[in-house]
């Protein structure tokens, strides 16, 4: 049974600029204690301004022994740069330009060695997909994937089989509303969707299945009662790898 792929859309949460890591324990008995619910907390501040600008909606992941940010939205002005640190505190702007489109919103990934930026916002759903073995040069792998373009979602790294058997779906939505002119205010809205689907993962068959965010309800239903989610299903036999012809010779 594979799992082909599944995207969880939901809303990205901000993170702050002020990189915070958790902060070394003195090794003495106080300290060994159970820390209290007076304690301070055990953060401290890592570094604060960072060199590079204030941004939201932007990517981060973990590749190559160093943390890693990739564009986003500084002061309503997309961004494309990428920068890298090996500690949090000391950063260096490996480019200011990368060649995908300046963008937030977007996902990165680390897969294969190497990082993966896919979809996101730039003025226009984007639905492109580019990685990247340094974070310099760049190679765009497909410029229209066969999912629509799209912000405000999630990617995973996933390769393996799941055991025959029932197994749940969570799925978490974020639905953001969009409007110019007179429906402006639509862009302060937020709606929340919590959705689960139990499947059968049945020995021998590959399953997709795909998750869509759609509106119900036409335009006499009020508007927190229409976004909604549905399971789209489609199981097929699944083709015996030459390995395992082989095992049954």
């Known amino acids: 049974m594979t799992v082909r792929r599944l995207i969880r859309s939901f809303a990205r949460a901000t993170m702050a600029l002020a ?27 890592v570094v604060e301004p960072l060199p590079f600008a204030p941004r939201i909606w932007h990517g981060v992941v973990v590749h190559d022994d160093k943390l890693w940010v990739l564009g986003g939205n500084a002061k309503d002005s997309w961004l494309n740069d990428v920068w890298s640190s090996p500690d949090g505190e000391n950063w260096t702007e490996v480019t200011a330009a990368a060649p995908w489109s300046p963008r937030s919103q977007h996902q990165c990934v680390v897969h294969d060695g190497r990082i993966w930026v896919v979809g996101g916002y730039d003025g226009t759903l984007r639905n492109d997909v580019w990685s990247s073995r340094d974070g310099k040069q760049w190679e765009l792998v497909t410029e229209a994937a066969p999912w629509s373009g799209r912000t405000d979602f999630r990617a995973e790294v996933f390769n393996g089989r799941i055991v025959p058997g029932n197994h749940q779906l969570s799925v ?8 110019f002119g007179l429906f402006s205010y639509l862009e302060g809205y937020r709606f929340k969707v919590q959705s689960s689907y139990t499947f059968n993962a049945e020995p021998g068959k590959a399953l997709t299945i795909k998750v869509v965010g759609f509106e119900k309800g036409g335009l006499t239903a009020e ?3 229409r976004p909604a989610v549905r399971y789209d299903v489609d199981v097929q036999r699944e083709e015996p790898t030459k390995g395992s012809e082989g095992a049954r010779k």
């Open 19 to 45: 990189l915070l890591a958790l902060a070394k324990t003195p090794i003495d008995a106080e300290a060994a204690k159970e820390p209290g619910p007076d304690d301070p907390p055990f953060w401290r501040l």
């Open 223 to 225: 508007l927190k009662d």
């Open 172 to 179: 978490q939505l974020v639905y953001r509303g969009h409007g």
